[in-house]
């Protein structure tokens, strides 16, 4: 099993940065990728980034150029480093590994205009 912890959400004004982590205990040899998902209420779950353990990445297209996935190995750590945050980017952020087989508990995003 994995365990998925992250942490980093928070209230932003339009414009501002967030970076949000993921902590992964547990059998972390078995990962071989992770992600980030989103969730607005009344909208369908959207995948935000993805990185395998070959560092390939993967963007959602109305994120590119703003967030930049990363992953710390050694660390057992995933990244999601968000600039210029936009009033559409509000959601529950989840953190998932192994394309989705498992999930973190989400930390709320909120850009104000």
């Known amino acids: 099993q994995v365990q998925l912890v992250e942490s980093g959400g928070g209230l932003v004004q339009a414009g501002g940065s967030l970076r949000l982590s993921c902590a992964a205990s547990?059998?972390?040899?078995?990962?071989?990728?992770m992600g980030w998902y989103r969730q607005a209420p009344g909208k369908q779950r959207e995948l935000v980034a993805s990185i395998t353990n070959f560092g390939v990445t993967r963007y959602l297209d109305s994120v590119k150029g703003r967030f930049t996935i990363s992953r710390d190995n050694a660390n057992n750590t995933v990244y999601l480093q968000m600039n210029n945050l936009k009033p559409e980017d509000t959601a529950v952020y989840y953190c998932t590994a192994n394309w989705a087989v498992y999930w973190g508990q989400g930390t709320q995003v909120t850009v104000s205009s």
């Open positions: 547990g059998n972390t040899y078995s990962i071989n990728a």
